[in-house]
């Protein structure tokens, strides 16, 4: 461990002085400032490799619309569109995706790309590209032709490039497969990654137990510092891992036909993770978000039907203790790792039938675990991108039900809404036949072929259409409908999905602007009933009414608080502070100095609080009521109110290099919300100045009975190169609650978008 330390740090220190010294493209100003139009002229627009004429016409926020008389030609269209937007952030993750995250950042580099060589997310993308419907196939293959001709003929590349040391290389279909399954990681690792150091420690059977019984697990933003916390800042926000999704009857809305709002949570980053953009061609007819590479609109409409999804927490992965098996059955794999500013490292990468070792990786050689293999669906071949295809030309419930058979990850809870006043829910999932619960956060290998030789899909799970509330309303809480095999064990606590019914319930008539404001709500029932347990305890224990006018202060406060996480709200500081000072401490009494703080990262999940509070004894709570209401009392000046302590920030991944990082920290605001408000901003427990980077990053609502009445807005802007007028004009939009109007209708684009490109061969 301790050589691989020194080689790392030696690699940092000619990184430095490399960068100090000799790359003048790290150096490098920014780009100067570009317009629309401006940008618009470094688009290609002749010459093209094109069947007939293709008209993108573009808003002033740069948002394209594609009309074109083939589906070949839009697709092409539509790879030369993510290319001219998102070049950079495209070639960024697919470096990320095939592991090579060294050849950008150097040295720091090589422990992240030898666990993401180990998780291998190409591995299926060859028997993707061989098992894939043709016309889906075809599809891709134009839209890869499309950014390898946008790259191929620009005259600049966007900035990144020369930052990260890229070089164009051509683009190929198994690229965007590898791209897809990043963005298809399982949030169940982020979940493994808190519980394996506690696993074997006293009390994990216990624990464990009760985690998979009460199975609510947030997902918080990182925090703290050390590689695990720096892989994160570098790769967080790609996965499908959060959000909220509504549907509501035409019955129940105040126009007489269906509503759909998406708010999907993933990593805070500029450019934003996603982009909004539209299509007209002979099959396809839509307008919604996607992912930058992706040629598919994850959420979006056409003029029949609407979509979107939320991460339904699914159980796509099995750990697998490999202590016993032989040598013999175990396969290795050299991967020569490119390392910037240094030389090239190799590692070994160990396979099984179980999966990759994943415990070989270095972020977690260091837990003292046994060799665990990783079993998971994405691992093997699915059609993802066929599935999204096939609900783009999707004309009611059965089709779109019936396009998820080829879906497997990530699991989504995918929401319906159609012109004729309908919705439904679909699992879009593919799952092992387990019996039960996991016995453990390891398996034996003998339980593997019981669980993985059936599978279920979409059309063996439960799905809903028309319920009589003429609402439904997900966020990643567990299934209500039982189901044949366990679907997951680690859930959202209920927060979301009960305020999303509260709000429509109190609504008479639902309209466009009820979900516009349940999309910027700030209130946390768990939160509240915390709140109201720890003040029960202070007045039960007469801690109510301590000596010092600090003290009162502070329960004063927590008393008063009305559990919404507004800006200016104290009460939302004090509680803060408050569950920190107590879970800190009173997982250290519980646990002592050394396992204290891994079980308070576990144990701030309100459930097993509330169960260990009821546990303990006298002595130990009041000491820990003691520490959180010293921690809520010492805090009283700190903060004007909750804005100035929850920050967020839009900084684009480069503001993590040394030296030059700050010239990438682009805006930061007080921001409200918390880790389970509707409008989430989630965040590690602190007393002190946090920053937001995982959240609602992004927000959609479309209206039924008008095909132009769709709303998006992004936080951040359209345009991933730098200094460009679109990158962030999003920002105060998303700030203030406001949207972008894009319509559907090609008559209605031609009104609203004023700048227009002619495309030809």
């Known amino acids: 461990m301790r050589s691989r330390l020194s080689t790392v740090a030696a690699g940092l220190a000619i990184g430095a002085l490399a960068l100090v010294l000799s790359s003048c493209a790290l150096l490098a100003p920014l780009p100067k400032q570009k317009d629309v139009a401006e940008r618009l002229q470094a688009f290609p627009t002749r010459g093209l490799p094109l069947d007939g004429p293709v008209t993108i016409r573009w808003s002033e926020r740069q948002i394209p619309f594609i009309e074109a008389g083939s589906d070949g030609d839009a697709a092409f269209a539509l790879g030369l569109v993510h290319a001219h937007l998102r070049l950079g952030q495209m070639a960024t993750m697919r470096m990320i995706a095939r592991g090579r995250v060294s050849e950008m950042i150097g040295p720091l580099g090589v422990d992240i790309d030898h666990g993401l060589r180990t998780l291998a997310y190409a591995r299926a ?137 998406n708010d999907p949570h993933l990593g805070i980053l500029v450019p934003n993770v996603w982009l909004i953009a539209g299509v007209h061609s002979p099959s396809y007819h839509a307008v919604g978000l996607m992912a930058p590479g992706l040629p598919i609109f994850a959420i979006g409409r056409n003029p029949h039907i609407a979509w979107g999804g939320t991460n339904m927490r ?219 347990l720890f003040v029960a305890r202070l007045d039960a224990l007469g801690m109510s009414a301590p000596a010092d006018a600090g003290s009162k202060e502070a329960i004063a406060r927590l008393r008063d608080w009305d559990g919404e996480y507004r800006p200016d709200s104290l009460g939302a500081v004090a509680f803060e502070q408050f569950r920190h000072g107590f879970t800190a401490r009173f997982y250290i009494l519980l646990h002592g100095e050394d396992d204290g703080e891994a079980f308070a990262s576990v144990g701030r999940r309100t459930a097993l609080l509330h169960e260990d509070i009821a546990a303990a004894d006298e002595e130990t709570l009041r000491r820990a009521l003691a520490s959180g209401l010293e921690a809520a009392a010492g805090g009283l000046d700190a903060f004007a109110g909750w804005g100035e302590m929850h920050r967020l920030s839009l900084a684009h991944p480069l503001a993590n290099v040394p030296l030059i990082g700050g010239r990438y920290e682009f805006a930061e605001a007080g921001v409200g919300g918390s880790s389970d408000t509707l409008m989430k901003t989630a965040h590690r427990s602190s007393v002190e100045r946090h920053t937001v980077n995982y959240g609602s990053n992004a927000r959609h609502i479309s209206d039924m009975t008008d095909p132009d009445e769709n709303y998006f807005v992004l936080l951040g802007g359209q345009d991933g190169w730098f200094n460009s007028t679109t990158m962030l004009d999003q920002w105060a939009l998303w700030r203030r609650g406001a949207y972008v109007r894009v319509p559907l209708t090609p008559a209605e684009v031609r009104e609203s978008f004023p700048h227009a490109l002619s495309l030809t061969n």
Not at 188 to 204: E, F, M, T
Not at 459 to 465: E, F, K, T
């Open 125 to 261: 993308a060859a028997e993707i590209e061989r098992t894939m419907d043709e016309d889906a196939l075809a599809w891709v293959r134009r839209f890869v032709d499309g950014v390898n001709h946008y790259q191929d003929t620009a005259a600049a590349l966007p900035h990144d490039f020369g930052v990260l040391g890229l070089e164009p290389e051509p683009w190929t279909v198994q690229d965007v497969f590898a791209m897809g399954r990043l963005a298809g990681t399982d949030v169940n690792w982020l979940v493994w990654a808190d519980l394996l150091p506690l696993r074997a420690r006293a009390g994990w059977n216990e624990l464990w137990a009760r985690l998979v019984e009460g199975g609510a697990v947030a997902v918080a933003g990182s925090g703290g510092g050390g590689v695990t916390a720096q892989a994160q800042r570098w790769l967080g926000g790609l996965s499908k891992s959060g959000s909220n999704s509504v549907a509501v009857a035409g019955h129940r809305t105040d126009t007489g036909g269906a509503l759909i709002a």
């Open 314 to 532: 699914a159980a796509s992965s099995d750990l697998y203790d490999v202590s016993d098996v032989p040598a013999s059955e175990i396969d290795e794999r050299r991967e020569s790792i490119g390392v910037r500013w240094w030389f090239d490292s190799d590692v070994t990468v160990r396979e099984t039938r179980w999966g990759p070792i994943v415990t070989d990786a270095p972020l977690l050689a260091d837990l003292d675990l046994p060799p665990l293999a990783l079993k998971w669906t994405g691992h093997d071949a699915s059609d993802e991108i066929g599935a999204m295809l096939a609900v783009s030309r999707a004309r009611d419930f059965a089709a779109f039900r019936a396009a998820f058979d080829s879906f497997a990850v990530p699991g989504q809870n995918m929401l319906y809404a159609d012109s004729e006043g309908n919705i439904g829910q679909v699992m879009a999932v593919r799952l092992p036949g387990r019996s039960g619960p996991p016995a453990d956060i390891a398996l034996d290998t003998a339980a593997h072929d019981g669980s993985w030789s059936t599978m279920s899909t979409s059309r063996d799970l439960p799905y809903s259409l028309n319920p009589p509330s003429g609402y439904l309303v997900s966020a990643n809480n567990r299934p209500r409908a039982a189901t044949g095999v366990p679907v997951g064990f680690f859930f959202s606590r209920d927060d979301r999905v009960e305020r999303m019914a509260a709000l429509i319930e109190a609504e008479g008539a639902v309209g466009v602007e009820t979900l516009k404001t349940l999309q910027q709500d700030v209130y946390m029932s768990s939160s509240v009933a915390l709140r109201d």
